[in-house]
């Protein structure tokens, strides 16, 4: 028998029966708290980038459309003055961050800049929603149950495509080694959001101190096949980044036991597709290779065996030197990766004030720094910026690169302050900042970090934390006054 619509809005959902709970209930429970049943209604979708075809303007999706509605949820909130103060130091960063961005469109105006200023105002609007709408534990443990459940489907949907060998879309573009994408337009994105998917459910794990025998079977099941969409991704970069939140969150969640199991889980299904699929086999030991010669060209850069070895014919040393390629060639960075870079510290050094401008990388190196692209490269040239913080600094300057290191503090700030608070909120706090680490990491090989909604969903649980911690205090009775004993009397 299903929840009722009162277990769903004012008690923790147990186990996984949220999801089979009876459409009146669900819809009693929505009515109760319609602002976070648009919250979980746009975690759940947010995954579908492929629902983006479904209308004739390729900026919309399904979950956008949720967003509309959670705007349009916080402006009522404002004019009825309800909503909860955030941290200010989030605040202010996230307007200096959307100010900095559209002084930079304003001055320069190029066409892609349009469309990453507009993504990161909403984003961060949605920030504000997460924030106003997550109040308490109860809500965030719903929040994360709703994040595990968008992660187990795209990991279904990656099994069932390697299984039928089939792709929902996208098929021209990535069909290559196999690499499988699921809803997402790439499958490096993919494997990021399943990075998150298994955060979210190591902090269940370590957060829910009763849990079922069911719903413990599910989370590691859900591991598990977490752990074989990302192998079935085929992203190198999405594999190394995922593995640090786990060795942080394995070296300090205790008990060890509740930390080890989920990421146990997680290998073996890794491993398991590494067992049938040859592909993703090779693709794995290529990807050792290159570990170890980045990090013996680090330690060793003058090994004339290292194919990685600094200034290597083919690393993208071409065009113009520059005093930071001593730094560049000792990135982890492949070929491309590295021109790019290489290009994009070009462009940061002869516009050190104000950059480019927003959107102006990839029509400045088919362009005025065409010279930083390879000759193998240069009939067909990876234009796309790779390294999110190199991306920023050539396009808004020194001015944008002050504004992530003020977000960042604004963030710390907050996270610092709920170690202090219960467990479950301290814990959650930390699941949270290895989610934003490992979106920051991953955007330095992939792109994508103020374009990244997910940022933005975190940074939202973050601002809400004090509120969170201030309502899971206990609360301590205080000494009787003689008002009150007389009262009871």
């Keep these: 028998m299903g929840l009722r619509g009162r277990d769903i809005a004012l008690g923790w959902p147990r186990g996984w029966h949220l999801v089979i709970s009876s459409p009146a209930g669900i819809w009693s429970a929505a009515r109760r708290e319609p602002d976070l049943a648009i919250l979980v209604g746009i975690v759940l979708t947010l995954p579908l980038e492929l629902s983006k075809q479904l209308f004739p303007v390729e900026l919309l999706e399904i979950s956008r459309l949720g967003m509309i509605a959670g705007f349009v949820a916080l402006a009522v909130r404002s004019v009825r003055r309800t909503l909860i103060p955030v941290p200010r130091s989030i605040v202010l960063a996230i307007i200096i961050v959307i100010a900095v961005a559209g002084l930079s469109l304003a001055a320069t105006r190029w066409p892609n800049g349009i469309r990453i200023e507009a993504a990161t105002a909403t984003y961060a609007v949605f920030a504000f929603f997460v924030a106003e709408t997550v109040r308490d534990v109860r809500q965030l443990r719903i929040i994360t149950i709703a994040l595990i459940l968008s992660a187990a489907f795209v990991a279904a949907v990656l099994l069932a495509e390697s ?35 298994l955060l979210a459910v190591l902090a269940a794990i370590a957060i829910l101190r009763e849990l079922s025998g069911r719903a413990f079977i599910g989370l590691m099941a859900t591991a598990a096949m977490i752990g074989a969409g990302q192998a079935l991704t085929q992203s190198r970069a999405g594999w190394l980044v995922a593995l ?23 290998l073996f299904g890794f491993a398991l597709v590494l067992v049938v699929n040859a592909t ?43 005093w930071m390629d001593p730094v560049i060639d000792r990135m982890p960075l492949d070929s491309v990766r590295r021109y790019l870079a290489r290009a994009g510290v070009a462009m940061y050094l002869d516009h050190p004030l104000w950059g480019i401008g927003i959107g102006g990388f990839q029509p400045q190196i088919l362009g005025p720094y065409a010279d930083f692209i390879p000759a193998d490269r240069i009939s067909a040239p990876v234009s796309l910026p790779h390294t999110e913080l190199i991306r920023i600094a050539a396009e808004t300057g020194t001015p944008g690169i002050l504004t992530v290191i003020l977000l960042a503090v604004a963030l710390a700030r907050v996270v610092w302050s709920a170690r202090r608070a219960p467990p479950p909120v301290a814990r959650a706090a930390g699941a949270i900042t290895l989610g934003i680490t490992s979106i920051f ?27 969170v911690a201030r309502r899971a205090q206990p609360i301590v009775p205080g000494p ?10």
């Excluded at 039928?164 to 290559?176: C, K, Q, S, T």
């Design 163 to 197: 299984v039928f060998d089939f792709y929902l879309w996208r098929e021209g573009a990535l069909n290559v080694l196999g690499r499988r994408n699921g809803t997402f337009a790439d499958p490096n994105i993919a494997s990021r959001f399943l990075s998150l998917g």
């Design 244 to 266: 640090v939140p786990l060795v942080v969150w394995v070296a300090f969640v205790r008990p060890w036991g509740r930390a080890l199991k989920p990421v146990a889980a997680a």
């Design 280 to 322: 993703v086999l090779v693709r794995v030991t290529s990807t050792a290779v290159d570990v170890g010669d980045t990090i013996g060209a680090i330690t060793d850069p003058n090994n004339p065996d290292n194919p990685n070895r600094p200034g290597q014919v083919g690393n993208g040393s071409v065009g113009p030197p520059l």
């Design 441 to 467: 990491v991953a955007s330095q090989f992939e792109g994508r970090l103020f374009e990244e909604p997910y940022l933005w969903l975190l940074i939202g649980l973050v601002a809400a934390l004090p509120e």
């Design 480 to 489: 009787l006054k003689n008002d009150d004993i007389v009262a009871r009397v």
